[in-house]
T-cell receptor, first 118, second 112 residues
Framework: GAVVSQHPSWVICKSGTSVKIECRSL??????MFWYRQFPKQSLMLMAT?????????EQGVEKDKFLINHASLTLSTLTVTSAHPEDSSFYIC??????????????FGPGTRLTVL | GENVEQHPSTLSVQEGDSAVIKCTYS??????FPWYKQELGKGPQLIID???NVGEKKDQRIAVTLNKTAKHFSLHITETQPEDSAVYFC???????????WGAGTKLIIKP
């Protein structure tokens, strides 16, 4: 149980294009989903928190107009990197909280998406 | 602000020996402490967690201990195996908003 999927697992795009990454909770409903970015050999950096049906909360320094987050249902959140540039190349990972587990803070992670911008 | 310190950054142990990774947190309101294992190119996988109402939790070869007074918690892996090689992250929750504060990670190397 508590499986989170991400699609695509990797993507290569040209500078200036937009890329959408999907995060799905497969066997539970996610009250909250989180989007992280991870650079090589570093820890996870929280980008934003999204709650179903409401606007995402972005961490300081993260451009909300560049990283668009939509949490349209209890099982799906999407991250769109708009007008991508080489410096946006990174490993993007989502996680989700299980709604049925009440106030638990446990986060279940997706497998990550490797974005390379040429 | 809140932070979690994790040590060591790299740990190399002989197969079969035990490994211990330590974390210290700053927010006294934190009450949930998970440990994640991340293999290269993959997302973090929850391996064990502990809440503040207990001092120790064990799951087969993995155990976590918590000292709330000292604000530190540790991951113990016994009888290490090659498949234990990975990066391990500790975290502590922000009780107010379900976010996690992450340690910097420990690269565990199991030598055959």
């Amino acid at each position: 149980g508590a499986v989170v999927s991400q699609h695509p697992s990797w993507v290569i795009c040209k500078s200036g294009t937009s890329v959408k990454i999907e995060c799905r909770s497969l066997d539970f409903q996610a009250t909250t989903m989180f989007w992280y970015r991870q650079f090589p050999k570093q820890s996870l950096m929280l980008m934003a928190t999204s709650n179903e049906g409401s606007k995402a909360t972005y961490e300081q320094g993260v451009e909300k107009d560049k990283f668009l987050i939509n949490h349209a249902s209890l099982t799906l959140s999407t991250l769109t990197v708009t007008s991508a540039h080489p410096e946006d190349s990174s490993f993007y990972i989502c996680s989700a909280r299980d709604r049925s587990r009440g106030s638990t803070d446990t986060q279940y992670f997706g497998p990550g998406t490797r974005l390379t911008v040429l | 602000g809140e932070n979690v310190e994790q040590h060591p950054s790299t740990l190399s142990v002989q197969e079969g020996d035990s490994a211990v990774i330590k974390c210290t947190y700053s927010d006294s309101a934190s009450n949930y402490f998970p440990w994640y294992k991340q293999e290269l190119g993959k997302g973090p996988q929850l391996i064990i967690d502990i809440r503040s109402n207990v001092g120790e939790k064990k799951d087969q070869r993995i155990a976590v201990t918590l000292n709330k007074t000292a604000k530190h918690f540790s991951l113990h892996i016994t009888e290490t195996q090659p498949e234990d090689s990975a990066v391990y992250f500790c975290a502590a929750n922000k009780a107010s908003n379900y976010q996690l504060i992450w340690g910097a990670g420990t690269k565990l190397i199991i030598k055959p």
